[in-house]
């Protein structure tokens, strides 16, 4: 129960330091980013607008100078024995999380944000992300709605299952799904986002039960979470 009880109390504090951040308006190439509507371990979710297309998108940014600075990113990338060689793991981990995404965009997966572009900022170490903008998280909606209808449930749950056996079939295992990663848009389409902890899945391998990999307590395989080896299923 102390597990349970702090994993929502983190839960939590993040969601509401979401909508207390201040939110600069900032530009880079072709996109204003104004609101953040999201945090994560690693980076801010914000509204941007596109100057060309002159609507709305998702922009997520992972600023590396504050990320050295964490207690969880020092924990996670402990081997790191300097600043400047946590910066590279870190750079390296953001640029598989965009190879991810890409490939599976080139391969036209239905249940994956459309990836509008990327770019980064030298002057303030921060790779940014641009994606479609959804409309709520499934995270928004169950909070909303706890209890919602068979329909819109078994709806969900096989959206996202077909959206998870597209990922596998490119090789890849998301490794942090969660209510907050699955996104639901306007026209009632579910798609999986955050690739941050993506991987390579490996012919008749194994994936240790590493704590760093446990990535969300409530949505983590019991074989996991019991420290156990498991599979790619997993």
Known sequence: TSHVD??????????????????????????????????GAWKKTHIGRS??????????????????????TQRRFSECTSDEELRSRL???IKEEIRAQKKLNKNRSKHIPL??????????????IIEELAEKTLAQILES??????????RYITEIVEGIQEIHQEGLIHGDLKPDNILSYKD???????????????SH?????????????????????RGDHSTPQS
């Open 205 to 225: 391998a194994t994936i240790g039960a590493d704590p760093k990999h446990l990535a969300y307590l409530f949505c983590s395989a019991p074989e996991l979470y």
């Open 51 to 72: 100057m060309i297309l002159n609507e709305d998108v998702a922009i997520k940014s992972f600023p590396i100078q504050e990320l050295v600075l964490q207690p969880d």
């Open 188 to 202: 009632g389409t579910i798609r999986i986002t955050d690739f941050g902890m993506a991987s390579q899945i490996l």
């Open 6 to 39: 702090q994993h929502l109390a983190l839960l939590q504090t993040a969601r509401s330091a979401a909508h207390q951040q201040p939110s600069p308006t900032v530009q880079i190439p072709g996109y204003t980013i104004t609101e953040i509507i999201g945090l």
């Open 91 to 93: 750079k390296e981990e």
């Open 115 to 128: 990836l509008h572009g990327t770019h980064y900022e030298p002057k303030t170490e921060t790779y940014y």
């Open 145 to 154: 709605t706890p209890i919602i209808s068979c329909v819109d449930a078994l």
